[in-house]
C-alpha cells in the first residue's frame, strides 16, 4: 500500500517552462523530503520541511508544505535539461522512519 | 559526499543461489538501511539497523536477512534469489543526529536473476 501518492508520473515539458510535482497523503507527517535521482544513481537529498505551511527555495525550486502536513509541492520555475530526473517524496513518522512515493520522472527537453 | 561505498554495483545469478550485498561506510555513522527500488513502487524498506548487532524489518523483508558485525559494514543476504528479487538495491545511512530521517544513498547495486 502506497501512503503517499505522487502526481504526475510522468512530466515532459521544454526548456523554459515551469512546472509542479505535488505528493499528497492521507497521513501527518513530522516532516517531508524531496529527492531528486538520475539514472545509476541513487537518490540524493534536496530539502526538508518540518513545519505546516513551510516554503523554502533553493535556486529555481520551491518546495511547500501543507498546513496540515499531509501534502507537499516541487515547483520548478524556467527549468533546464539539468532539471531532468525521477523526484521522490517521502514522509517521515515521528521516529524518523520515512515513507516513499512511487517518483515522479521529469524530463526537460532543450 | 556520505562515504558509502555498495559491491557489487551489478550482479547477475540464477534462482536459488545465494547472494550477498555489501554496503561499507567511512563516517560511523549508527543507522544504516537497505531498500529496494522498482518501477512503479518507489523505494521500499528491507531492513535496517541502529548499531552493531541490532537490526530489525522494514515493509519487504521476507527472503532477505543482514548482519552487521562492524558500525562500517551492513551486509544484506539472499539466501536463496528468486525471478521477484530482481531489483536495484541501495544502502543509505542516516546522519546521527539527525531526528528528521533525512538519508543519504549509495549508488546501488543492480542484481538480475534469472
Known amino acids: 500500500t502506497q501512503l503517499l501518492e505522487q502526481s504526475p508520473q510522468f512530466l515532459s515539458i521544454q526548456e523554459g517552462e515551469n512546472l509542479t510535482v505535488y505528493c499528497n497523503s492521507s497521513s501527518v507527517f513530522s516532516s517531508l523530503q524531496w529527492y531528486r535521482q538520475e539514472p545509476g544513481e541513487g537518490p540524493v537529498l534536496l530539502v526538508t520541511?518540518?513545519?505546516?505551511?513551510e516554503v523554502k527555495k533553493l535556486k529555481r525550486l520551491t518546495f511547500q508544505f501543507g498546513d496540515a502536513r499531509k501534502d507537499s509541492s516541487l515547483h520548478i520555475t524556467a527549468a533546464q535539461p539539468g532539471d531532468t530526473g525521477l523526484y521522490l517524496c517521502a514522509g517521515a513518522d515521528s521516529w524518523g522512519k520515512l515513507q516513499f512515493g512511487a517518483g515522479t520522472q521529469v524530463v526537460v527537453t532543450p | 559526499d556520505a562515504g558509502i561505498t555498495q559491491s557489487p554495483r551489478h550482479k547477475v545469478t540464477e534462482t536459488g543461489t545465494p547472494v550477498t550485498l555489501r554496503c561499507h561506510q567511512t563516517?560511523?555513522?549508527?543507522?544504516m538501511y537497505w531498500y529496494r527500488q522498482d518501477p512503479g513502487h518507489g523505494l521500499r524498506l528491507i531492513h535496517y539497523s541502529y548499531g552493531v548487532k541490532d537490526t530489525d524489518k522494514g515493509e519487504v523483508s521476507d527472503g532477505y536477512s543482514v548482519s552487521r558485525s562492524k558500525t562500517e559494514d551492513f551486509l544484506l543476504t539472499l539466501e536463496s534469489a528468486t525471478s521477484s528479487q530482481t531489483s536495484v538495491y541501495f544502502c543509505a545511512i542516516r546522519p546521527s543526529g539527525l531526528n528528521t530521517g533525512e538519508l543519504f544513498f549509495g549508488e546501488g547495486s543492480r542484481l538480475t536473476v534469472l
Open positions: 563516517e560511523n555513522h549508527r543507522y
Open positions: 520541511v518540518v513545519t505546516g505551511g
